[in-house]
């Protein structure tokens, strides 16, 4: 149970133009997605938290014109990452927090695969 | 100070060591406590969590809270090349509006 999966799993793309990245929950209903970027050899840093049918709370130095977030179900969120340029290759993961898991673990996060972006 | 420290390794041990791998924190209101694995170009996998202190065992792997000193441990016996990855805790406090604040990984290789 709880699985989280991610689409495309790599991509690449010309600089300035967008890539959509998909998240889904395949056996769970995410309340929250959140999305996180990591580069190499260092840990994951939160982008944004989305709750289903509400706007997205992006951190702090994120840019949200740049990073947009839609979360419109409780099983899929996505993120478009627009007017994409090289410094944006990065390795974008989502994960996803829920009902139903049972013994405490809705307070865990499940995480994507991950999706490789490199921008030429 | 960061709220979560972890030594990032690399840790190198040989074919059926027993791996200790640590973190420290600093806030208190933390409640929940979790373990994740990453392999190299992976999305991290959960492999323990644990509400408050006490111990958590799920077969090759031990989880420890001790929030006295505010210091978690993972424990991996019988240790194989295939458990080679970065390990990274993880923390949160109890409201479910709290984010998990993660540790910077410890690199785990296992020598065949």
């Known amino acids: 149970g709880a699985v989280v999966s991610q689409h495309p799993s790599r991509v690449i793309c010309k600089s300035g133009t967008s890539v959509k990245i998909e998240c889904r929950s395949l056996?769970?209903?995410?309340?929250?997605m959140f999305w996180y970027r990591q580069f190499p050899k260092q840990s994951l840093m939160l982008m944004a938290t989305?709750?289903?049918?509400?706007?997205?709370?992006?951190e702090q130095g994120v840019e949200k014109d740049k990073f947009l977030i839609n979360h419109a179900s409780l099983t899929l969120s996505t993120l478009t990452v627009t007017s994409a340029h090289p410094e944006d290759s990065s390795f974008y993961i989502c994960?996803?927090?829920?009902?139903?898991?049972?013994?405490?673990?809705?307070?865990?996060?499940?995480f994507g695969p991950g999706t490789r972006l490199l921008v030429l | 100070q960061k709220e979560v420290e972890q030594d990032p390794g690399p840790l190198s041990v040989p074919e059926g060591a027993i791996v200790s791998l640590n973190c420290t924190y600093s806030?208190?209101?933390?409640?929940?406590f979790m373990w994740y694995r990453q392999y190299s170009r992976k999305g991290p996998e959960l492999l323990m969590y644990?509400?408050?202190?006490g111990n958590k065992e799920d077969g090759r792997f031990t989880a420890q809270v001790d929030k006295s000193s505010k210091y978690i441990s993972l424990f991996i016996r019988d240790s194989q090349p295939s458990d080679s990855a970065t390990y990274l805790c993880?923390?949160?406090?109890?409201?479910?509006?709290?984010?998990?604040?993660f540790g910077s990984g410890t690199r785990l290789s296992i020598r065949p």
């Open positions: 994960s996803a927090r829920g009902a139903g898991l049972g013994g405490g673990a809705g307070e865990t996060q499940y």
């Open positions: 056996d769970f209903q995410a309340t929250t």
């Open positions: 989305s709750n289903e049918g509400s706007k997205a709370t992006y």
């Open positions: 806030n208190s209101a933390f409640q929940y």
């Open positions: 644990t509400y408050s202190s």
């Open positions: 993880a923390m949160k406090g109890g409201s479910s509006a709290s984010k998990i604040i």
